[in-house]
């Protein structure tokens, strides 16, 4: 995988699960940590991080969900610090070590371009393609993907919908060149998503 997949990457969301204490006692947390609870609407109180700019969601079975990371490291913050949080208002958590913390979703965009070697033109400008953002007919690429892994339905939803079995994640591609990516667990799979689908637009130039 070159670097320039890594450069065109931007992970923009990681989910994750963790479980910090046997029990949480919600309303005391909410009162305690000025927390958002409003539970007719959402069985959780909504813990907030500044910076990095997380959401974490805490449950009463002591479960808490943290979103908005854009990598392993900031859930890991929020999370110590949510627990820090909660230690100084005298509630009780397990220990940071026997804390488990599991990313359930990654969501990365991605931008296609042309390969550095590519020898054709814009047909337009007669400005060399290598390197530069690829347009993509979706009609014809439909023709080119496996037909029970793609749905395109252009009335609806303007990509592309591309589900992959290994690894197992859903890519929406656009025409503009432009991907989102989702269901990943490690940034590992999206790369190689990436260039799964690189390599099937190959035939395509």
């Given amino acids: 995988m070159s670097k320039t997949d890594e450069e065109r990457l ?17 309303p005391d947390i909410a009162i305690q940590l000025n927390c958002e609870y409003e539970p007719e609407q959402f ?3 909504v813990y907030r991080v500044k910076d990095p700019k997380l959401a974490i969601l805490m449950f009463r079975s002591g ?21 820090a949080d909660l230690n100084r208002a005298g509630i009780e958590t397990w220990d940071l070590k026997d804390v488990e913390i599991e990313v359930q979703n990654m969501v990365a965009t991605y931008a296609l371009h042309y390969p550095d070697d590519h020898e054709g033109n814009d047909k337009w400008t007669d400005e060399p393609l290598a390197g530069q953002p690829r347009k993509l007919n979706l009609n014809n690429l439909t023709f080119h993907l496996p ?21 197992k994640v859903v890519c929406l591609i656009f025409g503009s ?29």
Avoid: W
């Fill in 63 to 83: 479960r808490a969900v943290c979103t908005g990371g854009k990598n392993e490291d900031n859930i890991h913050t929020g999370i110590a610090r949510m627990c």
């Fill in 147 to 167: 037909f029970d892994k793609v749905e395109y339905e252009p009335e609806q939803f303007p990509g592309l919908i591309y589900r992959l079995d290994h690894p």
């Fill in 177 to 205: 060149g432009k991907m989102v990516i989702t269901g990943a667990r490690h940034k590992s799979e999206i790369l190689e998503a990436v260039q799964i689908i690189k390599d099937e637009l190959a035939d395509l130039i």
């Fill in 10 to 26: 931007t992970v923009v969301n990681v989910v994750a699960s963790t479980r910090v204490a046997e029990e949480l006692d919600l």
């Fill in 43 to 45: 069985p959780g109180v």
